[in-house]
């Protein structure tokens, strides 16, 4: 089972920065998308930015130029470093990913950090 563990939500100012991650343990083989998600109360929940297995991102409209995802994959871990933070961004982040172990391709979800953007 592949666990993932969230971390550097936090209370920034606007135009301030956070920098996400999200480490991934188990036994894993290889991962084929990480993808960091976020909701917002009374909101849908939407995909912010991904990286798939051969290094291509994707971004929301809404955070192109402001975010960066990235990954470390001799760590499992996949970081979203957030620049340039506005109000709207405020939203429970989750990372996301889909991975293959011993056992077959799994999916699974981190537990949810809060990012607060507020002055």
């Known amino acids: 089972q592949v666990q993932l563990v969230e971390s550097g939500g936090g209370l920034v100012q606007p135009g301030g920065s956070l920098r996400l991650s999200c480490a991934a343990s188990?036994?894993?083989?290889?991962?084929?998308?990480m993808g960091w998600y976020r909701q917002a109360p009374g909101k849908q929940r939407e995909l912010v930015a991904s990286?798939?297995?051969?290094?291509?991102?994707n971004y929301a409209d809404s955070v192109k130029g402001r975010f960066t995802i990235s990954r470390d994959n001799a760590k499992n871990t996949v970081y979203l470093q957030m620049n340039s933070l506005k109000p709207e961004d405020t939203a429970v982040y989750y990372c996301?990913?889909?991975?293959?172990?011993?056992?077959?391709?799994?999916?699974?979800w981190g537990q949810g950090t809060q990012v607060t953007v507020s002055s």
């Open positions: 996301y990913q889909h991975v293959r172990t011993g056992s077959g391709l799994t999916s699974s």
């Open positions: 990286i798939i297995s051969d290094g291509i991102t």
């Open positions: 188990g036994s894993i083989l290889s991962i084929y998308f």
